[in-house]
């Protein structure tokens, strides 16, 4: 069941709140960015030693770890020639006073079934070069998005940290014997994962009666709606997702999306420079963290 | 077994099941369809059927699940074990989950929650069965419920999904052309207010599509909200001789 939030957490005073929005119908925001900015974004592939991609993306304060495992499963019954795509999502009680233990909650739902939507839907990974015996095996993408801190617009930052992660990931060396039984060496690698076409998230939110690109935590408590919009590298509309409990005018939709579109490629051709060759970030990585002057944060993770 | 795509657009236009590119299923709705309920909806859009129920203005079941200024919306959106080809588990999945808060938040600013402090307005909407648009219906029925409850709204929600089916938009689409479609985009809106209350893409669009997929939802709920006013003066209108 859906509840309208009661937390204190989601309650914002209202003098904040005033200064957020007369702010912002000046074209500036309280952290000295325009309407239309992000906050700055840090990328850092192969972080972890034992997943087969990964990814810390900071956006501002925000930060998310993105593993990914690739391991033996079997094809549904109705693709049989073609991998698996499973995207889960943990808002883990580090990363805000307000995330309790427990099963995901709908805002954690939401975020790893848009996610999934726009990898899926895009084509971001060519699952039919997964499969290995067509209607008995296939490799199973496994993509957990793990938020460590939050500090607003966790649906960008994951799926900044998804693709990322995505384009470093190595598929593991396997062979299959006569009798159709596969041997998985996680030592050494058969070739990357097929990433074939990029695509990434940009949320807009609506304060007031303007449009803001990737709000802030304080932002979110006083945006009443958000537009989130799934980005290809072609230009076209990957998914879209109205979240909260506000609403957007159809005039104020189209403005939403053209200006995510906008944002959306400055994010890919980010996120392209960072993550430029997947084959030189880190050969034979397994055991051997490639972190480059980064100590993990401090959490149990 | 891999399923082969079937032709679901023949070249004049016309669709899987006769219908026209812009042409909404056989609708029927109905409120007042439950007696312990504060108000109550029926809804069908061809093989697509749902309750929807609601109660309150009440003491929640939790006391602390309130908020002082206003009342709070609960909303569950569930799907009957016989609703679908293979029976469902009737425990919540994911997606009810999620379509249950996107269904919240589309109710959220049409409701006056602001008239009832301490209290909480529930939703509450079974799919009987489901064939494609169960959102969009289960969002008409809890509309019409609240109606029928009496709660003070800004305007009704009127809800229909636009998809892309063999590189044709067509509206309302059903089950067979989400499974076979290249897209699926679920639209409501309060549309007195002019209000985009839910929007959700499955699939992708360029961004000419989009702007014919709006316009053709925008099409869809009109006559989805000439028929929910249609319904509830059918109810309660009164004829004074």
Redesign the interface.
């Known amino acids: 069941?859906?509840?309208?939030p009661?937390s204190p957490d989601s309650i914002i005073p209202r003098l904040k709140a005033e200064t957020l929005s007369s702010l912002t119908k000046k074209g500036v925001r309280a952290d000295g960015r325009g309407l239309e900015d992000f906050r700055e974004v840090k990328i850092i592939t192969n972080y972890l030693p034992k997943a087969d991609g990964s990814a810390l993306v900071k956006l501002g304060d925000t930060q998310v770890l993105v593993g990914v495992k690739i391991e033996l499963g079997s094809p549904y019954?109705?693709?049989?020639?073609e991998g698996v795509l499973v995207v889960s999502a943990e808002f883990v009680p580090t990363a805000s006073p307000a995330f309790e233990p427990g099963p995901p909650d709908?805002?954690a739902?939401?975020l790893?079934?848009v996610i999934d939507?726009v990898l899926r839907?895009?084509g971001v990974i060519d699952t039919s070069k997964l499969a290995i015996i067509p209607g008995r095996k296939a490799w199973v993408v496994w993509i957990d998005i793990y938020v460590l801190d939050h500090g607003g617009n966790l649906i960008d930052a994951s799926a900044i940290a998804t693709l990322a992660a995505l384009l470093t990931t190595r598929i593991p060396k396997y062979t299959v014997s006569e009798n159709e039984l596969i041997q998985v060496d996680k030592s050494s690698f058969s070739g990357p994962l097929p990433v074939v076409r990029k695509a990434v998230t940009v949320t807009i939110g609506k304060l007031g009666d303007s449009l803001i690109v990737d709000p802030t935590i304080e932002e979110e408590k006083v945006v009443s709606?958000k537009?989130i919009v799934?980005v290809?590298e072609d230009?076209?509309?990957?998914?879209?997702?109205?979240?909260?409990?506000?609403?957007?005018?159809?005039q104020?939709?189209?403005k939403a999306?053209?200006l995510a579109?906008k944002k959306g490629g400055e994010l890919l051709a980010k996120i392209a420079e960072s993550v430029k060759s997947p084959e030189a970030t880190s050969a034979g990585s397994a055991g051997t963290p490639s972190v480059e002057g980064e100590k993990p944060p401090e959490s149990n993770a | 077994m891999k399923r082969e795509k079937p032709k679901l657009v023949s070249e004049d236009g016309v669709r899987h099941d006769g219908r026209r590119l812009d042409e909404l299923r056989p609708v029927k709705m109905e409120v007042g369809v439950l007696s312990n309920a504060s108000g109550s909806a029926y809804v069908e859009f061809g093989k697509t059927r749902v309750i929807a129920a609601v109660y309150g203005p009440r003491e929640p079941p939790q006391r602390y699940m309130v908020l002082p200024h206003r009342a709070v919306l609960r909303c569950r959106y569930h799907m009957a074990p016989f609703s679908t080809d293979e029976r469902k588990n009737p425990a919540p999945s994911r997606r009810e989950i999620e379509i249950s808060k996107v269904i919240r938040e589309a109710l959220e600013p049409v409701v006056m929650s602001e008239a009832f402090p301490r209290t909480s307005i529930d939703v509450f909407i079974e799919v009987i069965s489901a064939d494609g648009g169960t959102r969009t219906a289960a969002l008409n029925a809890a509309s019409l419920a609240l109606a029928d409850a009496g709660v003070p709204m800004r305007d009704l929600v009127a809800a229909v999904a636009v998809g892309k089916v063999d590189g044709y938009l067509v509206l309302d689409i059903d089950q067979v052309e989400d499974n076979y479609g290249e897209a699926d985009m679920p639209v409501a809106m309060a549309p007195s207010l002019n209000m985009v209350t839910l929007l959700q893409l499955n699939g992708v669009l360029s961004p000419q599509e989009f702007s014919q997929a709006l316009n053709l939802a925008l099409k869809g709920v009109n006559e989805v909200y000439k028929l929910q006013k249609e319904t509830l003066r059918n109810k309660y209108l009164v004829r004074v001789e």
């Open positions: 069941m859906s509840v309208t009661t019954p109705d693709t049989p020639e709908e805002n739902i939401e790893a079934r939507r839907e895009y709606s537009l799934g290809g230009g076209s509309i990957a998914g879209l997702q109205k979240s909260g409990d506000g609403y957007l005018t159809l104020e939709v189209e999306i053209q579109l």
